[in-house]
């Protein structure tokens, strides 16, 4: 039987040796991957890592907490403007230009919290989307950052720009490994909030907020403190985005992009540190490989375009990505509400209690 006899084993980060050797290895997969990958993968495989980073924190908000948000594209948007500003205007260094946009996001995450006090459900989830559309709109209204015209990074210095110290990242391979760093240290750091007394409380909120403010547990501070762990998180995630992108606009943190974010963390499990992993590894694979460019993929794609065509338009086909997106979604909920992670449990008990 698998008892927890003490704190440390609940709070561990291995639980075991075939825990740690996998992880090890998975992690030194990681790390040789540029070593025989293309110029594109090693794009893809960023932007996997950037969804990542967004995906958990998100999964904080809606898998741990019980709170729903369709604004997440403006805590993205935030980071990504934020860390560009600070660092044109001000010469911030990078890792000082990112944490602080990030810190920015995470107070408008805590404003946007106060709503969630007694907003539930479908009225959170309007209260949300409007602010992910209010922030795409003010920001393509002021010229400081860049307009309707958009905005474009500026050199990856990880030193202190115009000095000795000036330290600028120009290869692809550079900042893939800085974003697998950071991203495994976002993913750690999340595991380990959700260990502690304040990732308790938010879980408590999850199951019953009357009884968690029975048991102590003070709903005004976790409610918005959820929101602004999760806006953190979207922050960082955004600041890496957008050197990930080189140039983006308002319209790249459009609507659609927050309900991405939601169906990512859906499909991979709520309330799982794998799931949202599994789910932003899925959903960005799917858009910005498999689904892309369907006209031009073997066997399939002349039989798409003549549907297209007979019922369609052949500009439409382009539309099939988000159709086929939404039918994953459907068919995660009805046949493994715990997504992909209940999958991987399904498979993981078949293999225990293999052959019987």
Do not use: C
């Amino acid at each position: 039987m698998d008892m927890k006899r003490d704190y440390y084993e609940d709070i561990e980060l291995f639980k075991s040796g075939t825990i740690l050797f996998w992880s090890v290895a998975f992690l030194v997969f990681l790390f040789t991957l540029p070593l025989y990958t293309e110029s594109y993968t090693m794009f893809l495989l960023k932007l996997i890592m950037v969804h990542v980073i967004l995906a958990v924190g998100l999964n904080i908000l809606v898998g741990y907490t019980g709170q729903i948000s369709l604004g997440h594209a403006g805590f993205y948007a935030i980071g990504a403007y934020g860390t560009a500003i600070l660092m044109m205007q001000f010469h911030l260094p990078f890792f000082i230009a990112i944490i602080l946009a990030a810190f920015i996001a995470a107070a408008f995450g805590f404003l946007l919290g106060l709503p969630a006090l007694r907003l539930e459900g479908p009225y959170l989830a309007i209260a949300t989307l409007g602010f992910g559309l209010t922030i795409m709109h003010i920001i393509g209204r002021w010229d400081v950052f860049g307009g309707r015209m958009g905005i474009k990074m500026p050199p990856l210095d990880l030193g202190i720009p115009g000095t000795a110290y000036s330290w600028v990242l120009k290869s692809e391979t550079g900042m893939y490994y800085l974003i697998l760093i950071i991203a495994v240290l976002m993913v750690i750091g999340a595991r380990n909030i959700m260990k502690t007394r304040v990732g308790r409380s938010f879980v408590a909120i999850r199951d019953s907020d009357i009884a968690a403010e029975v048991i102590g547990v003070n709903l005004t501070l976790y409610k918005t403190l959820a929101f602004a762990v999760s806006a953190f998180y979207a922050g960082i995630a955004g600041g890496l985005f957008g050197f990930v992108l080189g140039f983006f606009d308002p319209f790249t943190f459009n609507m659609i992009l927050s309900i991405v974010f939601l169906v990512m963390v859906v499909v991979g499990g709520l309330g799982s540190m794998m799931g949202p992993i599994a789910g932003a590894t899925l959903i960005t694979y799917l858009q910005y490989d498999l689904l892309k460019n369907l006209a031009e993929k073997p066997v399939i794609g002349d039989f798409l375009v003549d549907i297209s065509r007979r019922w369609f338009t052949v500009i439409g086909l382009e539309n099939l990505n988000g159709i086929i997106l939404g039918l994953i979604m459907i068919g995660i909920i009805i046949f493994e509400p715990l997504g992909m992670f209940g999958i991987w449990i399904r498979i993981k008990k078949y293999w225990k209690t293999w052959p019987f």
